[in-house]
Structure formats: structure tokens, C-alpha cells
């Protein structure tokens, strides 16, 4: 082989070595822009049960929020004890101490931009109809369970958070593939139910 056609073979080789550099360069440009996106609307949703007092009502109730920087798209909500599915949550409703007015919020579907809460399900009570050692009783009642949440980002990423015991989720939310969509909304199903009709009231919070 002479001179000329190893110059001309070293050419060649660098040029190939050019071009998959090249491309190795611009499909890592690629992926560090698809990270930079999807990080700049990452959804982190908590879950915290909550209870309170004021001059004139007892309350306990259930609250979500987004601290992502992205909108959190709800499409799976349920309730489990024991790690299996509540089908209803009327047996709940039931415990409550009478007199009290229920607010609810529908969660499947909805978008919950970051900083924003919803509270799916609100109870209060006259403070003169209900002792806080009712209330408290109501409540550990609802602690027995967990909630579990499926939500998803704009661009389909999607967790599962869960709140243990109806307080405060503090755990990662874990990473999966899809979320089904959840057929019925458990919170609303609650609009027209109440054990007491005469004395307990319903109300949609905006």
C-alpha cells in the first residue's frame, strides 16, 4: 500500500470517527434537553389527613397538594386498608358524630398546578354539637386507611403516591408506567350520601 492510499485510508477513518462523535454529541444534546423539559414540569403530590379546631368549629378532613413545578394530572384516587381497596366509604360516613356538614371535591381528571390543594373531603361541626373527643374518635377511625393517588406530567410521566394512614406522605413517590384511569371518584360518591339526613348536610367545594 503506498503513501497516497494510507493518507487517504487515515482520512477516511478520522472522518467516520468525525461523525459518530458527532452523533454521539447531538443524541446527548437530545437527552439532556428531554431531561431539562420533563424536569421543568415535574409533579410531586402529598397527601396529609388533617384535623382542627376554631372558636366556633371541630373539623377533620383530607387535603392534596402539588409542590412539583409542573401541573399534576389526577387519574386514579383509592382508599385502602390492609393494602386492599375500599369499595365505599360510607361505613366511615357513619361514624361521624351527627350534625356535622360534609364538602367534598371530585379528583379524577383534574389538574393540580404546583402550589395549589385540593381537599377532596372536608367535615365540620357546630363546636357546641361535637366534643374534640368525638371528632378525634371520627378520625382515627379514617386513619385506618391509606390513600393511594396515580398521577401524571404533561408529557406522561407518571407516580403513585400514597398517604399511610391518612396523614402525611413524606415517601418518594414511585415511578410507573401508566396510571389507569380510575372509573368512579369515591369522594363524589359521597355528594348525596349522609346517615342522618335531617341533620348533616353536603356541599362541592369549588
Same mark, same amino acid.
Given at each position: ?11 477516511? =477513518? ?7 462523535? /458527532? ?10 434537553? &428531554? ?7 415535574? %409533579? ?26 409542573? %401541573? ?11 393494602? +386492599? ?6 361505613? *366511615?360516613?357513619?361514624?361521624? %358524630? ?9 379528583? =379524577?381528571? &383534574? ?6 390543594? =385540593? ?29 393511594? =393517588?396515580? *398521577? @401524571?406530567?404533561?408529557?406522561?410521566? @407518571? ?15 414511585? &415511578?410507573?408506567?401508566? @396510571? +389507569? &384511569? ?8 359521597? /355528594?348525596? *350520601? ?9 356541599? +362541592?367545594?369549588?
Amino acid at each position: 500500500m503506498g503513501t497516497g492510499n494510507k493518507v487517504e485510508m487515515l482520512i477516511a =477513518i478520522c472522518a467516520v470517527l468525525t461523525s459518530a462523535i /458527532a452523533v454521539f454529541i447531538a443524541w446527548d444534546q437530545g437527552r439532556v434537553m &428531554r431531561a431539562q423539559q420533563h424536569g421543568a414540569v415535574y %409533579p410531586v403530590v402529598q397527601i396529609e389527613g388533617f384535623v382542627s379546631s376554631t372558636a366556633e368549629t371541630a373539623s377533620m378532613g383530607l387535603r392534596v397538594s402539588n409542590s412539583g413545578v409542573g %401541573p399534576a394530572l389526577i387519574e386514579r384516587v383509592e382508599m385502602l386498608k390492609d393494602g +386492599e381497596p375500599v369499595e365505599s366509604l360510607e361505613p *366511615y360516613v357513619d361514624q361521624f %358524630p351527627p350534625g356535622y356538614q360534609q364538602s367534598w371535591a371530585s379528583l =379524577i381528571g &383534574r389538574a393540580i398546578a404546583p402550589g395549589d390543594e =385540593i381537599i377532596p373531603l372536608r367535615v365540620d361541626w357546630p363546636l357546641d354539637a361535637v366534643s374534640i373527643m368525638q371528632r378525634d374518635a371520627a378520625a382515627l377511625a379514617w386513619s385506618e386507611m391509606d390513600v393511594e =393517588i396515580c *398521577y @401524571c406530567s404533561v408529557f406522561d410521566k @407518571c407516580w403513585t403516591a400514597i398517604g399511610r394512614e391518612m396523614g402525611l406522605s413524606i415517601a418518594r413517590a414511585e &415511578r410507573v408506567k401508566r @396510571c +389507569e &384511569r380510575s372509573e368512579t371518584d369515591v369522594f363524589e360518591a359521597l /355528594a348525596n *350520601y349522609a346517615h342522618t339526613p335531617e341533620t348533616n348536610t353536603t356541599a +362541592e367545594l369549588e
